[in-house]
């Protein structure tokens, strides 16, 4: 394994590679096609930067725990906007999830809905490419039009494209209260109505999701607001059955600790697959999976599935538009079916052109994402 | 600024070229008269201008593709444009190019409530994408200034910001799709009406691209619901380091400001005199608007004054109506305006970071003494995103000359700050030679890679962006 501590080490790690490289931050998201090749880590290219709250910015190298990161900002009562889901849990993984690796796999969480996802707050990112040049794009401002967003280029290729170094972020300011609002005894249709209801309300819903037969919608702010839009909601969804209302931190935290991590479908056998969907087309795709179990997110647009392994999801009602990734499954599976959705043929020669720009040689997480 | 020569060999093919277009254009759709094309000469930043070699108006995506595939065969550069209200020269042409307008293309083509988007063509203005959803009190975010005459298609090429992105984001955090045309005439959709990209995030790419990936036709847009309310609040303080640090502070203290407006004296005394809001006379002058229900607002509010009350602010004015509201923004709409009225003026667009604004006030009073321009800052604060405004007379010689001079030493200041050269604007012509003071040569040949794998023969918008002398010899490839 090499583990660079500066990104100059980095960079001559990538040029002078003589074969493939399996890029790794914390190793808590086996996610992607099965890659073989020398381990390059970026653990050790660790530490915050630069954290300026007046600012809402901060900037950390790859490597950087997420923990210590959420540490430094809850002490300025800050956080990353896009809640980040924590995967070790469902793929049954340890170690410690970096900020490099978040980027990396674009992970966002619930609050996806309102805050946009990990790209969104992205605003700065360093990499290596292929051919082990040290390159930046964005930087540290919120506002930033100067050249061609590679930021969001980055995020979300999975090491394919360079060996992020080091990331800057927006931050938001803490949450002083939450609430959950939950609607029991709803299909996926009716959940789907009661969701898009609450989305489309000025009650600024930061959590909206379906599980176990229930609907669960999350709002948060300062505690007379939270109590107000509490209220307003519970009006506007009193024909969609009863609602009930919980306060309580720890509760609450919990969750939608459950909902973002998806800690429903731990452990077991079956595969699980990440579907992105408009959220009117939820009720009528989760129809077709039949038994397969299924929990919903983001009011619908995201769904969760757990089914029998080796089936192949994309090929169940093809016609619902959106993109259908399996996250867990064998190396058998995964290399049957491509963990990413086959893209139309002009986009896939877009991707194969990029790649072939960023990494010429082919070396950086060859085939991961197809 | 200096544009490439034109190429005596596509002007020659100039007879050709409108014939092959009028095959597949309506007649009215291909303008190719000298006096008709001098509309095409320029964009905003009226200080360049040079007719295009026609101009197109299709009215389709596959009349825009057919357009482009004419022009990839016979290699004639194709220059993007929406409205034409780039202040960087994004849509400005060159001699030897075609200008394609999407203006023509303005059909709103689908709404949807449940799902919270609108698809349009990219034609249609940024405003009236509001007000296509606005009898459902819906709405679309970014709010560039120019939103009642600016097209979602430079929207979507400059990457648009606007007064409220401190809460709701830029262009690029409110696109979900986009159909796409590509120099060889292919049609792409990518993303959609679900969130988030199924591999490589290309709609992240295009957005800000300033037209040399391809011609977008058609977006898929987020709406979302209008707020219950809004209020603003003025603040008056008696210097910019104040009034800077009571943004920290704001932006410290845990509330989310919809937006934090920021003028200085020149700009106060400007809007006072065009537009008479009743502003204080002092130094720098904060608007904070925030949204939500009354109680909401009352909350937020409170803690935003008791914020600004440690930093002795010489006023303090909370609007109590409608009335009150529209005067405190009045000054603030009509900034550029004002000082328009004073003279012609350039409007810069760096960002910094917010704790940098006190020195970089300073510097820019410093260099304004030094090129003996006046200049009045009037900026998104809360995000950092400046618009000093340096007037100068264009009537005299040599005084746009000194004032793009000015403006390059106040944007390379930004970029040592720790910012960038555009926050909203774009580069197009006006920063692209200044890009270097940004980026290391390592940083821009990735950037034209990119324009390598979507438009390999640079025949898109090819003059911008980029140095001359780093895209030379892709240009002439």
């Known amino acids: 394994m090499i583990e660079p501590t500066s990104e100059r080490a980095l960079a001559d790690a990538v040029r002078d590679a003589r074969g493939p490289l399996k890029i790794r931050g914390g190793g808590t998201r086996p996610i992607g096609n099965p890659v073989t090749g020398e381990v390059l880590s970026t653990a050790k290219l660790s530490g915050i930067t630069l954290y300026e709250p007046g600012a809402l910015t901060i900037v950390a190298q790859a490597g950087t725990p997420l923990a210590e990161i959420e540490a430094a900002l809850a002490k300025e009562n800050q956080r990353l906007p896009f809640e980040p889901m924590d995967h070790r849990t469902l793929l049954g993984t340890d170690g410690e999830p970096t900020i490099g690796g978040i980027v990396a796999a674009n992970v966002s969480g619930p609050r996806r809905i309102q805050a946009g996802a990990c790209r969104d707050s992205l605003i700065g990112v360093r990499f290596v490419d292929g051919a082990g040049t040290a390159i930046k794009n964005g930087g540290r401002v919120m506002k930033n039009v100067t050249g061609y967003d590679l930021v969001k280029l980055l995020a979300g290729s999975y090491g394919t494209l360079g060996v992020i170094s080091e990331v800057s972020f927006k931050l938001l300011p803490g949450i002083a209260a939450r609430a959950v609002l939950t609607v029991a005894g709803q299909d996926v249709a009716a959940s789907v109505v009661t969701m898009s209801k609450a989305l489309g309300s000025p009650f600024e819903v930061s959590g909206a999701a379906y599980a176990n037969g229930r609907t669960v919608l999350r709002i948060e702010g300062f505690a007379d607001s939270i109590a107000y839009r509490t209220e307003k909601l519970k009006d506007l969804l009193e024909d969609d059955g009863a609602v009930s209302v919980e306060t309580d931190p720890a509760n609450v935290a919990a969750i939608w600790a459950g909902i973002g991590d998806v800690t429903d479908f731990k452990g077991g056998d079956e595969d699980i697959w990440r579907i992105s969907v408009k959220p009117s087309d939820a009720p009528a795709l989760v129809a077709a999976l039949g038994d397969a179990r299924t929990m919903l997110d983001w009011g619908g647009g995201l769904i969760w599935v757990a089914c029998k392994a080796g089936t192949n999801l994309r090929a169940i009602a093809p016609e619902i538009a959106g993109h259908r990734t399996l996250i867990r499954a064998s190396d058998a599976t995964k290399t049957a079916l491509g963990c990413f959705h086959p893209e139309p043929a002009p986009v896939q020669a877009i991707n194969a052109g990029l790649r072939s720009k960023f990494d010429p040689r082919g070396i950086l997480n060859p085939g991961l994402m197809g | ?477």
């Open chain 2, 1 to 477: 600024m200096e544009m490439p020569a034109p190429s005596p060999a596509i002007l020659a093919k100039k007879a050709r070229l409108v014939e092959r277009l009028s095959a597949v254009l309506p007649v009215d759709a291909v303008i190719h008269e000298e006096r008709e094309i001098k509309a095409y000469e320029c964009d905003a930043l009226t200080a360049y201008k040079c007719p295009p070699l026609c101009a197109v108006l299709p009215a389709s995506t596959e009349e825009v593709a057919a357009v482009l595939k004419i022009c990839h065969d016979m290699e004639v550069p194709v220059v993007p444009r929406g409205s034409g209200t780039s202040l960087a020269g994004g849509a400005l042409p060159t001699a030897d190019s075609v200008i394609l307008g999407v203006a023509r293309m303005n059909a709103v083509l689908e709404t949807n409530y449940d799902d919270r988007y609108i698809r349009v063509q990219t034609g249609r203005t940024n405003l009236s994408v509001t007000g296509a959803v606005e009898e459902h009190d819906f709405f679309y975010a970014p709010d560039p200034s120019s939103q009642l005459a600016c097209a979602i298609a430079g929207n979507i090429a400059m990457n648009s910001g606007g007064a409220h992105c401190l809460k709701y984001g830029v262009t690029t955090n409110n696109l979900m799709g986009v159909r796409m045309v590509q120099m060889d005439g292919t049609i792409l959709d990518i993303g959609g009406a679900h969130l988030d990209a199924a591999g490589y995030d290309l709609l992240g790419i295009i957005c800000g691209s300033e037209g040399q990936m391809g011609v977008v036709t058609e977006a898929t847009l987020r709406i979302l619901r209008k707020p219950e309310g809004a209020r603003p609040v003025l603040m008056g303080f008696d210097s910019n380091e104040v009034a800077g640090a009571c943004v920290s502070d704001i932006i410290k203290a845990g509330v989310l400001p919809v937006a934090i407006e920021f003028m200085d004296r020149p700009v106060i005394r400007a809007t006072e005199a065009f537009a008479g809001a009743g502003y204080p006379d002092c130094e720098a002058l904060l608007i904070v608007e925030v949204e939500g229900s009354e109680a909401e607002i009352d909350e937020q509010l409170g803690l935003i004054l008791q914020i600004a009350r440690k930093h002795n602010p010489v006023e303090l004015r909370e609007s109590t109506s409608a009335d009150e509201s529209a005067r405190i923004w009045l000054g603030r709409k009509s900034a550029f305006g004002a000082m328009g009225q004073i003279n012609d003026y350039m409007c810069l667009d760096g960002t910094i970071p917010v704790s940098s604004l006190p020195m970089v006030l300073k510097r820019i009073g410093e260099l304004s003494k030094q090129y003996g321009l006046d200049v009045g800052n009037v900026f998104h604060a809360g995000d950092g995103n400046m618009h000093p405004l340096i007037l100068f007379d264009a009537n005299k010689e040599g005084d746009l000359e000194l004032c793009e001079a000015m403006g390059a030493d106040i944007l390379r200041l930004c970029v040592e700050a720790g910012g960038c050269l555009t926050g909203e604007h774009g580069v197009g012509i006006e920063k692209r030679d200044l890009m270097t003071a940004q980026f290391a040569p390592e940083d821009l040949e990735i950037q034209m890679k990119v324009k390598d794998v979507f438009d390999p023969k640079w025949l898109l918008n090819p003059a911008k962006v980029f140095p001359l002398a780093s895209s030379e010899g892709r240009r002439a490839a």
